[in-house]
């Protein structure tokens, strides 16, 4: 099963501040730890909410776009990981351990990623698609 | 440059019960396959709903808390992301509006730049 682990962001984040080094050099340890266990499929940080946008689609209309920052902090996204592991504690365990150096209160949420299997109504022409995009886009992450 | 796109949920695809139907799932296939062609697509995945999700809590040196989906704010909550290459934010917010089955249904798309 693979998992998307999103780490919210905080003040910290948020206002461009990097990660401490102590933080960093943790994070890569514990990076290497995952990729040494297999299960490490993809991660990545993203830049504050203040350099993003979002589009909001509402009926027929043209679709509008909102700058960022965006104000609810605590659910905006700050990172992810896609990890690939057995079940879902096995990759709440690992996430148990994730270094945290700087004692910040945080909050990280695992979701499982869906697999054709879920979609009740695939069809064979859209299986075939997927298949392709899976081949395209496979090791570019 | 490099961007996650982030569907937000809604609560149809929060649901326990939803399925995107055969003819949703053919044109995103179809538009996953023209961003493809175009050598934009690095990832993209779709997410079970958060009841099938855990948050992990961290608070100081106590021992993680661990909270079963689901969540209740669901607007905040993503439910498929994409993560694409991209000249600029601008770039990518015009390919974004393209995006089918969002339209008719209504939704949210966040667009957010990974950090290199």
Redesign the interface.
Known sequence: MRFMVIVKANEDSEAGKGPSAELLEQMGKFNEEMVKAGILLAGEGLTPSSQGARVVFSGTEEPKVVDGPFAETKELVGGFWILQCRDREECIEWIKRMPNPDGHAGEVEIRRVAEAADFENMTPEVEALEGRLRAQSSGQA | M?F?V?VKASPESEAADF????EE??EM??F??RL?GEGR????????S?A??????????V??K?ID?P?A?TK?L?A??W?LNGES?EDV?AL??EVPC??????????????E
């Not at chain 2, 099938?52 to 040196?61: I, T, W």
């Not at chain 2, 339209?103 to 957010?112: A, K, Q, S, T």
Request: hydrophobic share 45%.
């Open positions: 490099r996650l982030m399925q995107p139907a055969a799932l053919a296939a179809r996953n396959d493809a697509i690095v990832l993209t995945e779709g997410l079970t958060s099938e999700g855990a948050r992990v809590l961290f608070d100081g040196d021992e993680p661990v989906g969540f704010e905040e993503v498929g992301f993560v934010l917010v974004m509006k969002l339209g008719p249904r209504g939704g949210v798309l966040e667009i957010r730049p990974i950090s």
